[in-house]
């Protein structure tokens, strides 16, 4: 019954190499988003699922970066092509969407600390 | 563009001594969120504010809101260290996601 779980928790790579983040969000959540928080960014929005709908991919820094939702529950985002300046912690939130009627707060998981070496 | 601001980025207070961090944006919103990060930890909930002339407490924390100055207010009363964390407001316009202000980093010595 817990809340937002992603992995791995820690993650380095090899610049140029292909990494894929999970996140599972919080059970009956419609809404997930990913977000990234670095150093001389602060905390970035990249991209947001809710149900069926069309995701918003407005924050994706670059075409090297995808994500899937599938089966309106568990989601990855896959990062080509590792660039250093991809390091960063990578945050999964969940939420009940809009049509919640409320507030649509969003939970957010531990992150993954992305190392690009 | 919305565009969230925050200060003091950091704050060095005393036990038992009382301060307020700011948060302000650029267009309206129709919600505004507090968050607690511990370092090394995620982002925790701490108060959504809905409405104009909005005030949620939670022990020595009360957050308001004041959507015409479009400025949100997070008031620290008789600090403890266990307070020490950064704080970060963020805003939505109906879009869902979330714009997070640039943090304000809070250390509470004895």
């Known amino acids: 019954g817990a809340g937002v779980s992603q992995s791995p928790s820690n993650k380095v790579t090899e610049k140029g190499k292909d990494v894929e983040l999970r996140c599972d969000p919080i059970s009956g959540h419609t809404a997930l988003y990913w977000y990234r928080q670095s150093l001389g960014q602060g905390l970035e929005f990249l991209i947001y699922f809710q149900g069926n709908s069309a995701p918003d991919k407005s924050g994706l820094p670059s075409d090297r970066f995808s994500a899937e939702r599938t089966g309106g529950s568990v989601s990855t985002l896959t990062i080509q092509r590792t660039q250093q300046e991809d390091s960063a912690v990578y945050l999964c939130?969940?939420?009940?969407?809009?049509?919640?009627?409320?507030?649509?707060?969003?939970?957010f998981g531990p992150g993954t600390r992305l190392t690009v070496l | 563009e919305l565009k969230v601001e925050q200060n003091p980025l950091f704050l060095s207070m005393q036990e038992g001594k009382n301060y307020t961090i700011y948060c302000n944006y650029s267009t309206t919103s129709d919600r505004l969120y507090w968050y607690r990060q511990d370092p090394g930890k995620s982002l925790e909930s701490l108060f959504v504010?809905?409405?104009?002339?909005a005030v949620k407490q939670e022990g020595r924390l009360m957050a308001s809101l004041d959507t015409k100055a479009r400025l949100s207010t997070l008031h620290i009363t008789a600090a403890v260290h266990d307070l020490s964390a950064t704080y970060f407001c963020?805003?939505?316009?109906?879009?869902?996601?979330?714009?997070f202000g640039t943090g304000t980093r809070l250390q509470v010595f004895p």
């Open positions: 504010l809905l409405s104009n002339g």
């Open positions: 963020a805003v939505d316009k109906n879009t869902d996601k979330l714009i």
């Open positions: 939130a969940s939420s009940l969407g809009l049509g919640s009627g409320g507030s649509n707060e969003q939970f």
